[in-house]
């Protein structure tokens, strides 16, 4: 699962969609319920909301939330992908609560190119 998860990251960095897709989904079947797949869930968002699939993005972070709710990767995604969608109030507070969790996730999104 990580094996995957980590090439998904590396074709996501080469702008390599389809396989980033194909190796994140890789992961998620391997341990679909698992805390790890949660970061896979995340992972798999942030490519969609790259690609502006925000319906899709906002669907997995939902899902990697529920494998562990206090994943401030995924709720600043989440939060970016409901700002982007029209939601700045559910998006607002996704960021402000994963800011309290982790104080630079901020700025970790910035480094790969991810703002608000």
């Given at each position: 699962?990580?094996?995957?998860?980590?090439?998904?990251?590396?074709?996501?960095?080469?702008?390599?969609?389809?396989?980033?897709?194909?190796?994140?989904?890789?992961a998620?079947?391997?341990?679909?319920?698992?805390?790890?797949a949660?970061?896979?869930?995340?992972?798999?968002?942030l490519?969609e909301?790259?690609?502006?699939?925000?319906?899709?993005a906002?669907?997995?972070?939902?899902?990697?939330?529920k494998?562990?709710?206090?994943?401030?990767?995924?709720?600043?995604?989440?939060?970016?992908?409901?700002?982007?969608?029209?939601?700045?109030?559910?998006?607002?507070?996704?960021?402000?609560?994963?800011?309290?969790?982790?104080?630079?996730?901020?700025q970790?999104?910035a480094?790969?190119?991810?703002?608000?």
């Amino acid at each position: 699962m990580l094996a995957y998860n980590a090439r998904g990251a590396a074709y996501d960095d080469n702008k390599q969609l389809d396989l980033a897709l194909a190796d994140y989904n890789e992961a998620i079947r391997l341990t679909p319920d698992s805390t790890l797949a949660a970061y896979a869930w995340a992972n798999r968002a942030l490519v969609e909301v790259r690609h502006s699939l925000l319906k899709q993005a906002l669907s997995d972070y939902d899902e990697a939330l529920k494998k562990d709710s206090q994943n401030g990767w995924a709720l600043y995604g989440r939060g970016i992908a409901r700002r982007r969608a029209g939601g700045k109030a559910g998006g607002d507070a996704d960021l402000a609560a994963a800011n309290k969790l982790d104080p630079g996730i901020a700025q970790s999104y910035a480094g790969i190119g991810i703002r608000p």
